[in-house]
């Protein structure tokens, strides 16, 4: 497994050039601060995790696993309000883990923990329900923000990965033989949107951030982030990602 950044020596945290950790934080967020569970089966990782999150006045590490079937007790006796998911464990690895856990009643968020930038088990991880992922060398401070995006609803995906991703899946799938039935679901799922919705939804799909959605269709950033969150409600889905490869399996972007 590789280390996670900003651990140096024996669990010692680097200093984040910007200043510390927490520093913009503030206060503990409304309700308390913000519960992480830690899944990796590197030991080293789940140290230097628990070391970058366990600084942060409204950042709360409430358990590790080693393994993703120790996930459902962690979760029953931790009761995360975020889980940082390894996409690769020996026995029961994240994917199939954050797949049994979206399936829960309100389930916590879960924020997948790879080395690469987009491969197949990423891509399943975010249709499953993922809010996002981090590559294992991502800077502490931006751990700590994705964290607290993720507890706050937001997807933790720039646009540039969102389109990388979309490409990878556009370049690894085969053209597919006579009836496909994800792209059928989604053209219906898309064709009871109105045309708005619709044009919102081909914008998160060519990666677009809120602003730019707002100068192409000529709305305010306000009504763009409206528009989002009833696209999620409609489609039932968990994050702008999973709209993004909802209008790629339609055939639209």
């Known amino acids: ?40 089966d590197d030991p080293l990782v789940r140290a230097g995790l628990s070391m970058i999150l366990g600084g942060v006045p409204d ?11 120790e996930v459902p007790a962690a979760v029953a006796a931790g009761r995360p309000d975020v889980v940082l998911m390894d996409i690769r464990m020996p026995r029961l690895d994240g994917l ?30 975010l249709r499953a329900g993922a809010a996002g992922f981090l590559l294992k060398d991502t800077p502490p401070a931006e751990i700590v923000q994705a964290v607290r995006r993720v507890a706050a609803g937001e997807a933790t995906l720039s646009p540039a990965i969102t389109r990388a991703l979309i490409a990878h899946v556009t370049g690894a799938a085969p053209a597919p033989v006579g009836a496909d039935p994800r792209r059928e679901r989604a053209l ?25 959605i707002a100068g192409e269709l000529y709305m305010s950033v306000a009504t763009v982030k409206a528009y989002v969150s009833r696209l999620l409600t ?16 339609a055939g639209l972007v």
């Open 1 to 40: 497994m590789a280390a996670v950044a900003g651990v140096t020596g024996p669990g010692r945290p680097a200093m984040d050039p910007a200043g510390p950790i927490g520093s913009d934080a503030g206060a503990e967020v409304p309700g308390g601060p913000v519960r992480v569970l830690i899944v990796d």
């Open 59 to 69: 950042l709360r590490v409430v358990g590790e696993a080693a393994d993703g079937g």
């Open 96 to 125: 199939a883990a954050t797949e049994a856990l979206r399936a829960l009643p309100d389930p916590p968020e879960v924020l997948v923990l790879t080395t690469f930038h987009a491969d197949e088990q990423v891509l399943r991880a």
């Open 188 to 212: 219906r799922l898309l064709a009871a949107l109105s045309e708005r919705e619709r044009e919102v939804a081909v914008a998160l799909g060519r990666g677009r951030t809120n602003a730019e």
């Open 234 to 249: 409609r489609l039932e889905l968990n994050n702008r990602v999973q709209v993004a490869l909802l209008v790629h399996d």
